[in-house]
């Protein structure tokens, strides 16, 4: 079953649901033993008294189960248990489970641990069975109780729960002939020769079916509602499991002691048990697999979810589903990946201020009795039209001293360096930052009590503003002289990461901080990521905008796109800006002097009838296609006929860019390698394992695989600089906690 957050859009049943005893047929309502698949369950429980107060993620687990500092196991965190690093043993003997469930849960209590607490990744269904426990001991409710009245009842997942009930039982798929030592421990009187409506795993059986790391049954269709709910940012159909902070703090990423572990709270997120997972869903997906043969994994950058359920240990436990699941999982990413606004943005959708709006509707008070410098164009302007130069000039109190210019200067149509010059409109002086000068000087800083930043960026490593933004705020700080950042959206969703990182020792103007290609930050953000990442403490205050979400489309914020750059005049052109900007800086025309800058690429020696023929096999989605000649009048080969392609985004939700650019390159280097100079990707891309996997013909999955641990830690490392939610997030209510 595959879907998005609105609903399934794949379901179907293959294959059969038992042959021991008799041959059934598989059917879309079976209801299967989830087996580990249990345990994002057992965390979404935890989290909701996480929310509440009720819990504390790096308090002791012995605050809650005091049995397990009498053991030894003071140092354990409840983080520690949802992430697997508690030290303690996969399982434990059998043995301990034979006078009941409280001496069961005394002899895990008292087990020993394998390592220190917080010391490796080590997977272990005792984690999850302590944290059943724990959930138990804080509500003063059986886990069964809860889970049905706190997940499966409000979600609509009428068929899933523990313990299913006799009359469910002919939809049940069975699992395996029990062992010797199963039949051994099976109290159940049974009426067929297979595990059937029993827990598979037989510590959770000895439980009583109810256990935090094994024992929910369900149907895809209740699983699905699961994952829905998980993408919409903890809801389904007006009703709320987890709060949107809450869920994005469960599905951060936390790596683990051998950098290579990523793991979700209750998810996993990139193991070695991760294969389930495929090489296509991004650097947030999550998931978890079951033993008996259940996968889920959900992809919230794509609006994806995925879902593989079998009794693959029918009748002999010997079937295997990894691979299967993994190639599903590409399968579903490259014909229903997508992205999406939340429903949450339509209540946004023309309501966003800009910092200069904001700053406007203060009287400019922050500003007032202050001498300035402002760094902007043509294009920074208000809600209304106004620029903000003039704004600023005419506010009274604020004396605007002089002006400076980024990469195109101030009138924002320029090519290559920009000279100094005289502002027409307020007769003040513009100092270039886009020449011999890249940040301002001293002297250029004289006199002033600040400086002005607002400028429009367009969310990408290599576009230069952000650049210019960083030699602002080092010399200002040098001079003491503070900056103020009127933030503006990020045309390309704020939500949005993906690209390699830069090499260390390979930093540039385009290439200025340890960034993805596509970052997803405004530049009211990246002003405070740089002050701090990189210990300027310059004297910085950002003006954040109102209203604005991070997965709210520019065309939805109300602003009038004014081109930050001569090539970007419209949103078509700035949504195609990362894919051809990749390989401009190559011997090919980008469309820099024709009608459609960023719309077609080109050059001379080009096949474009064999390159077209080689991009439609559907490695593209979103995207069309076509044949076009044309001859650009400056930049590269003006005045030569360039042969090439058109390009047209014709499904904003399934187009990706760098998918897009590194695809088209790896084409162009198939077809014309001695041409082709793929090489000088390199200064924008400052990535050299990309580099080299591109150069040795890797498809574009691998490298994209190369990428993921590098946008995991990005995406921690940004998220304490985020200053705007999700369009679904909601206030985060919070219970005191008890003393």
Partial sequence: MIGHRDGIVFAHAYGQRAIVPTPETMTLDTIFDLASLTKPFTATLLMQLVARGRVALDAPAATYLPELQKHGHAAITVRQLLVHTAGLAAENPLGDYEHGRDAALAAIFASRQLTPAGSRFHYSDLDYVVLGALIERVTGEPLEQLAGRELFTPLGMHDTGFRPAPALRPRIAPTEIPDDVRKRIDVAARTEPVIRGDVHDPRAFLLGGVAGNAGVFTTARDLSRFAQAMLAGGALEGTRVLDATTLATMTTPQFLSDGDTVRALGWDMQSEYSGLRGKRLSYRAFGHGGFTGTSLWIDPEQDLFVILLSNRVHPHGKGHVIKLAGELADLAAE???????PAGCDALAGHVETGIDVLRAQGFA??????????????????????????????????????????????????????????????????????????????????????????????????????????????CSKANVAVFVLDRPDPLGAARVDGPMPDDGHESFVNYHALPLIHGMTLGELARMLNEERHLNARLTVIDMRGYARELSFGRTGQPWSAPSPNLPTLD??????????IEGTNVSVGRGTDRPFGVVGAPWIDASALLRRLSDGQLPGISLSVVDFTPTRDRYAGQLCHGLSLQVVDHRRFQALRTGFTLAAALLSLHREAFRAGEMSALIGHTQTMDALLAGAPFEQLARGWLLDLMRFSVRRARFLAYPSCDARPLVVAPAKE
């Fill in 573 to 582: 052109a700035l949504e195609l800006y990362p894919a051809l900007a990749l």
């Fill in 366 to 475: 922050l500003l007032a009795g202050k001498r300035i410098g402002v760094v902007a164009n043509d294009a920074s302007r208000a809600h209304d039209g106004a620029r903000t130069i003039d704004l600023l000039h005419d506010a009274p109190g604020v004396h605007v001293v002089s002006l400076f210019a980024p990469e195109h200067g101030l009138d924002h149509a320029r090519e290559g360096a920009v000279a100094d010059t005289t502002d027409d409109g307020s007769a003040l002086t513009v100092h270039s930052l886009y020449g011999k000068t890249r940040k301002p000087t001293a002297a250029m800083l004289h006199g002033l009590d600040a400086i002005v930043f607002d400028l429009q960026d367009v969310g990408v490593r290599f576009f230069t503003y952000a650049s210019t933004l960083r030699g602002v705020l080092e010399a």
């Fill in 335 to 341: 014909r229903f990946g997508r992205a999406l606004e």
